[in-house]
């Protein structure tokens, strides 16, 4: 049976003891029925894996032992995934919990022209991707932004390796020969792609306009599909 892994973002190097949060401290006690000495592993979200056993069970504030602790190095790879939001809330959550277990860097959600939805929940979504984190068993939670508007994402963002998917016709590499950098921005359009003009604002700010093959894929499965081809494990 695999070691619970919970996520403790106050958890910081060389502490002897640590008390869980209130919502880690139930599900181990009350959902998983765990008690004294049993083995838990936790995570701080920014690079470090803590092996712990629990001291003091409670359903509110239980404490844990730690017995070692190990930091790992951030990933050599930066891959900062742009996506339109999309008017289907559980088709945005879905993939921003697969791109968190794939191992993306950060994610920008982005207002284009064509941007039709209701409102961004990002407690919720922050939540995805700490749970996905956890899912996946690693140690780096990756950057989720608050919306920002198409041309600000493109005047903010400094990556060394810029690139944007789109359905017009025009001269595009098979996102397949690219070769990704270390440091790497991908933006996926709303239904309805990116309008000429946010393509062209593109292309004017130095991004490399890619194509994701012969079909037209809904949003989040272009962003998987391009993702998968482009992170380096």
């Known amino acids: 049976m695999s070691v619970p892994y919970f996520y403790e973002p106050q958890l910081i190097s060389g502490n002897p003891s640590f008390t869980l949060s209130e919502t880690s401290s ?24 803590f092996e712990a056993s629990i001291s003091v069970p409670d359903k509110k504030n239980t404490l844990v032992t730690i017995l070692s602790e190990q930091q790992f190095p951030a990933t050599a790879q930066n891959l900062t995934l742009g996506i339109a939001l999309l008017k289907n809330s559980t088709r945005l959550e879905w993939l ?48 989720l932004a608050a919306p920002i508007p198409f041309k600000e994402v493109i005047a903010q963002q400094k990556n060394t390796q810029k690139l944007i998917a789109h359905c017009e016709p025009g001269d595009k590499m098979d996102v397949k020969k690219i070769t990704a950098g270390q440091d790497c921005l991908l933006l996926i ?29 809904r949003t989040e499965t272009a962003g998987l599909f391009a993702l998968s081809v482009l992170k380096n494990f």
């Open 26 to 49: 139930k599900h181990c006690i009350q959902v998983l029925r765990m008690q004294l000495n049993d083995r838990i592993d936790l995570t701080n979200g920014k690079g470090f894996l």
């Open 96 to 143: 921003i919990e697969k791109a968190t277990e794939m191992g993306v860097t950060a994610i920008v959600p982005m207002i284009c022209e064509r941007t039709i939805f209701e409102k961004f929940k990002w407690d919720r979504m922050q939540n995805i991707v700490q749970s996905a984190m956890i899912q996946s068993q690693q140690t780096w939670l990756p950057a």
């Open 189 to 217: 359009g709303p239904e309805g792609d990116f309008s000429k003009t946010e393509i062209e604002w593109a292309l004017q700010h130095g991004y490399q306009a890619i194509h994701l093959g012969p079909t037209r894929l």
